[in-house]
């Protein structure tokens, strides 16, 4: 880890979180992934951290803004904006995850690798099976090929021809983050953290509503 790199990042999430307007204090599930720069905190304590929402001026309001959904000291989650005591982190549990508001006095940043080497990256990765990422070496490069589905790979009464979208080519990596790009137009953006990956596209990477943007955890082969 090159702590200078980490500490410019640090100060980037905190800057960036101050430009925002007050009224643009969004933290969901299905905006985080494709809202960076992310970094990696615990959470510390004896007690719960409950998520709190973003509506009505939550969490900075009186009224009721918790969430019944927490985690607990140990538990790692993503965090990417800090706001009047708040982070508005990312926790990735099943069924695509929680993410809310959560107080900083319970979360302790967590250092990791900004240099990963080659190899942390390769490999299979998956976020609850859609999307699914491999990442391998070819020809001296790293290369990225995936599949995204919605609503879901298999056909329902519902929804017999599931929309699809798929990447296949090389990825420009610099440290710990890498960019995907083709000549459809499709761009994603990658973050590796640890045993994380995020993903965030520009929703021009397949059919209706097909997207890239998740996070994802390394599967065995």
């Not at 100060?11 to 643009?24: G, H, K, N, T």
């Not at 204090?25 to 970094?39: A, H, I, K, M, V």
């Not at 007690?47 to 959904?69: E, I, K, L, Q, V």
Request: charged share 20%; glycine share 10%; with cysteine.
């Amino acid at each position: 880890m090159q702590l200078r790199r980490l500490i410019a990042l640090i100060l980037f999430v905190f800057s960036a979180s101050a430009a925002r307007a007050e009224e643009d204090r969004f933290c969901r599930n299905g905006l985080f992934p494709s809202d960076p720069p992310f970094l990696l905190a615990e959470v510390q304590g004896e007690d719960r951290a409950y998520f709190h929402g973003d509506m009505n001026g939550c969490p900075w309001t009186r009224g009721a803004c918790s969430s019944p959904s927490y985690v607990v000291p140990g538990d790692k989650v993503l965090i990417n904006s800090m706001h009047k005591g708040y982070a508005c982190a990312f926790y990735p549990g099943k069924g695509g995850g929680t993410a809310g508001w959560v107080p900083l006095r319970q979360l302790r940043l967590v250092p990791f690798e900004t240099e990963p080497a080659i190899s942390a990256w390769l490999g299979a990765w998956s976020s609850e099976g859609n999307p699914e990422l491999r990442f391998f070496e070819e020809d001296g490069r790293v290369h990225v090929v995936g599949e995204a589905w919605w609503p879901g790979p298999e056909p329902s009464e519902m929804y017999p021809s599931p929309h699809i979208g798929a990447i296949d080519g090389p990825v420009t990596l610099n440290g710990y983050l890498a960019r995907y790009s083709d000549e459809d137009l499709c761009e994603v953006s990658f973050t590796l953290l640890g045993d994380l990956l995020i993903a965030g596209d520009n929703r021009q990477c397949g059919g209706m509503n097909v997207s890239f943007s998740a996070v994802y955890r390394r599967v065995t082969e």
